[in-house]
Nanobody
Framework: QVQLVESGGGLVQPGGFLRLSCAPS????????MRWYRQVPGKQRELVAT???????WYADSVKGRFHISRDYAEDTIDLRMYDLQAEDTAVYYC?????????WGRGTQVTVSS
């Protein structure tokens, strides 16, 4: 059974940069759309960015121009490059994907933006 594993979270100062990565573990037949979500305690999980199997990209308004999602279609990994990070970007970031017809979540990685 395929799992998604995130990496790259951490503590960064306002205005800083972080790169998150997500990779599948285990074998799969096909991975379609891949996404990054984030969640702050006490709030709903928020969709941050999506990249489809055909390369169509969508961003939440709150991150447009600052976050960039990319995908390696050979490895089915995705990255999220986050520039000019602000305190309001602090959250647990989750990778999500449609894998062999199932919706699969990673366990999340913490991003903290603080001086």
């Amino acid at each position: 059974q395929v799992q998604l594993v995130e990496s790259g979270g951490g503590l960064v100062q306002p205005g800083g940069f972080l790169r998150l990565s997500c990779a599948p573990s285990g074998s799969s037949v096909s991975i379609n759309d891949m996404r990054w979500y984030r969640q702050v305690p006490g709030k709903q999980r928020e969709l941050v960015a999506t990249i489809t199997s055909r390369g169509v990209i969508w961003y939440a308004d709150s991150v447009k121009g600052r976050f960039h999602i990319s995908r390696d279609y050979a490895e089915d990994t995705i990255d999220l490059r986050m520039y000019d990070l602000q305190a309001e970007d602090t959250a647990v970031y989750y990778c999500n994907a449609d894998v062999d017809g199932r919706n699969v979540w990673g366990r999340g990685t913490q991003v903290t933006v603080s001086s």
